[in-house]
């Protein structure tokens, strides 16, 4: 079993920046991949950012792209999201997400969520 604890979310200012992490804990070594994604109210989930273990490819959302960086750090289980020039729109709870596969089957679990909130 993984599990997911977000942090790092807040309210900014519109051109602010924000660092957001997802710590993991439990069966680390069956994440194959991570992911950022948000959810804006009465919007559906949509992708961020990814990134790949192994090859550590970064994947990123063109709502998004140029601004934010996705990382991470092995040594810690933790993964980072990189937010910079902040837009009103980017308004949204942001989750984490780790897939892997452990037991025989492929597994998503994802975090509680951290709420960032962007004011003009």
């Known amino acids: 079993q993984v599990r997911l604890v977000e942090s790092g979310g807040g309210l900014v200012q519109a051109g602010g920046s924000l660092r957001l992490s997802c710590a993991a804990s439990?069966?680390?070594?069956?994440?194959?991949?991570w992911g950022w994604y948000r959810q804006a109210p009465g919007k559906q989930r949509d992708l961020v950012a990814s990134?790949?273990?192994?090859?550590?490819?970064?994947n990123y959302a063109d709502s998004v792209n140029g601004r934010v960086t996705i990382s991470k750090d092995d040594e810690t289980s933790t993964v980072f999201l990189q937010i910079n020039n902040l837009k009103p729109e980017d308004t949204a709870v942001y989750y984490c997400?780790?897939?892997?596969?452990?037991?025989?089957?492929?597994?998503?679990?994802w975090g509680q969520g951290t709420q960032v909130t962007v004011t003009s």
């Open positions: 990134i790949t273990n192994g090859d550590d490819r970064p």
């Open positions: 997400v780790a897939r892997g596969y452990n037991d025989s089957r492929n597994f998503a679990t």
């Open positions: 439990g069966i680390i070594f069956s994440i194959n991949k």
